[in-house]
């Protein structure tokens, strides 16, 4: 269905070229600070991982400009490679935040695109605050936009799509385009706008980190340095003919993109993981604790536990094989250890471990359809009986860290600190976390890179 989203392209455009000069309230520039300092964090975090090794060597292999920092490392490289290799990190795993509205992880896109930019223009810790906000609202209002159809099976990824459009938003603002660059950036990030759904069959959670984050982060920047030397292009990207809407959408929607802009800020919607795990598993975890806490249950006195989960994701957390998602292994680690760790839970050898598996021979997952009637959150209901006959159940609503349940700043930076404090040291790990979380009086964006770099 063809369709005129040319005012909504112009009023889009000029809210973009205005965002750094627009204050944001008080509440949303501390969730903003929280969602970039957790996102920095699993960006250092996933420095170790499969793809953030595969990145790391990527960038080296193609040197590049020195203009921006990799995290995690003493390279230099374009805008482009930086901010790829940072969200391949950023999302190397189950850490970085997620978006349920949005159906997507905003963070490990717009954070390193934003970062990027602002350390190659010189830009300080408050236009940064500014711009990240900025990605939030457009990446989310994108997706919004493309209508139910497409959100709820539409052939493109949606965790690819809005985060191409709220990285370029973050960077087109702090390259300090005018509306005609900003909208022949938009341009350019339509063109590079992709991603199928075949990523579920990666088991390496390296193509993954790709399709959703660093493959939007570097067409990102692609996309602000080609309108910023000049490239021609549409000055109308997302309407008719063969606009954005023709191609990835049959239930159009426009005026989503720009709908109470600057009035509801999307941040506000975005989840933080507590725990550095696949989301399913937040609400069982939280779950389970509750009962071991109230009840002192442990290794010993565990005989069974029973675990209802919507019919949402149940498959993926039931029967994968990755240590950060499995939900029987993850509640198996947590009886054992007490407590979960970067470590305990991206521990691939403990997947094989006796003393594990024998626990996980305890752990029923069974659906629950009722529980999906609370969608966007995602419910789970523990119950265990114990050696003596005894049964105690409890039920987790909202997660720690969802809209429903925010994290404290305290609980981020324990978060933080569990995630980055191994890698990067003490002393740099808690500078880090004070600078962030005072981004207003950071001078220069670049102060913040040698915080994020190892100790050796």
Known sequence: MPTDASKETDHLAAYIVEALNRDIPADVAEKTK??????????ISGSSLPAGQAALRFVAAEGGTPVASVIASNQR????NAAFANAMMAHADETDDTHQKGRMHPGATIVPAALAAAEAHGRNGETLLRAVTLGYDVAVRVNLSLGPKFLLDGGHS???????????????????????????ALSYCMQQTAGCATYIRDKGHIEKAFDFNAMAARNALSSVTMAALGFSAASDPLSSPYGFYDVFTTEPNPAELVDELGERFEVMGAQIKKWPVGNPNMTPIE??????????????????VRVQLPRRRFDIASTTQLPDVSTPHLLAVLILDGTLTFASTHDEARMHDPAVLAMREKITLVINEELDAKFPMRPAIVEVTTTSGE??????????????????????????????TDIIGLEKTERLIANVFDLERVKNVADLCPLMRPES
């Open 77 to 80: 490289t374009t805008m482009s």
């Open 287 to 304: 779950s389970l604790r509750h009962l071991m806490a109230a009840h002192g249950l442990n290794a010993e006195n565990i005989a069974a």
């Open 391 to 420: 049964s105690f159940q409890h039920r987790t609503d909202a997660a720690p860290g969802t809209p429903y349940n925010p994290m404290t700043r305290d609980e981020v930076a324990a978060k933080v600190s569990d995630l980055t």
């Open 158 to 184: 949606t965790h690819s799509v809005g985060t191409h459009f709220g990285g370029t938003a973050a960077a087109a603002a702090l390259a300090g385009f005018d509306e005609e660059r900003t909208q022949a």
């Open 34 to 43: 929280q969602h970039t300092l957790d996102t920095l964090a699993a960006a």
